[in-house]
């Protein structure tokens, strides 16, 4: 991002032209940022809740009682029951600082409990850690030269604008796009097929694509063996996964997982665009591994 600050304040904010992923252009939520800072009816004093939960009454405190009312809790609690200091919060400015280091050290050094700090997607970045050994994916700028793109559990349209653009771009060459969500977004109305499948099945159709990929040799050998560990096991647990099977569970049509699997597998540049949704259910993990492993084919 490029600000512009006049006064000491910032006025303006753009995207940077020379950066890669932006390309000059950023979504509406991050280009309005100094309209939110600056509005006129943005909080900019603490507010005490001065009625019961739910009726809306607060006054305005200073910073000071702020600060002394709630280190006073925090001691009394830590006092008794430390474990009972919850810290929950995001990643707010996305700073190192800011958004990780102090606060951490501050509650462990209280005694408070321990939670995951994002409860965004902690189960899918331990899959790909599992998977890859960490949690990555492929350059956005490399979706342009793709030949058909898995959206699979994402609406870029209006999560993802830079992904989007280069999905199009790709799309204007001849690619295929394919969105995989329970639910018909805005960006599955754009693709070439969207496939509904039921919530939570997203790790039993990649199991099933790899079924096929198997059972019809659609595979480099050569690479699996090169590149890969644990093929042996990951192919005996896909084998109890029959089109017939994966379609039942999913609630698609058998042929709508063969011939998935049959364009992911023929096609050399097929590329995976994995987001938050299909982690966030039971062995929500498991399931972005199994859809990781696709392409190792």
Known sequence: MRVTIEGGRAIKVVADPDHAPTQGA?????????????HPQRLTTPMKRIGRKGEGRFQPISWEEASEWGAQRLLEISGRAPEAILPYSYAGTMGLVQGDSIAQRFFHKLGASQLNRTICAAAGAAGLKYTYGASLGMLTEFFAESEVILIWGSNPIASNLHFWTRAQEAKRRGARLIAIDPYRSLTAEKCHQHIALKPGTDGALALGMINVLISEELLDHAYIA?????????????????????????????????????????TRKAAIRLNYGLQRVRAGGNAVRAIACLPAR
């Open 26 to 38: 950023l979504c509406t939520k991050v280009s309005r940022y100094a309209e939110r800072v600056h």
């Open 226 to 266: 090169a590149h890969t560990v644990g093929f042996a096991e990951l192919k005996a647990r896909a084998l109890t996964y029959s089109p017939a099977r994966v379609a039942e569970i999913c609630g698609i049509e058998e042929q709508v997982v063969v011939d998935l699997a049959r364009l992911y597998g023929s």
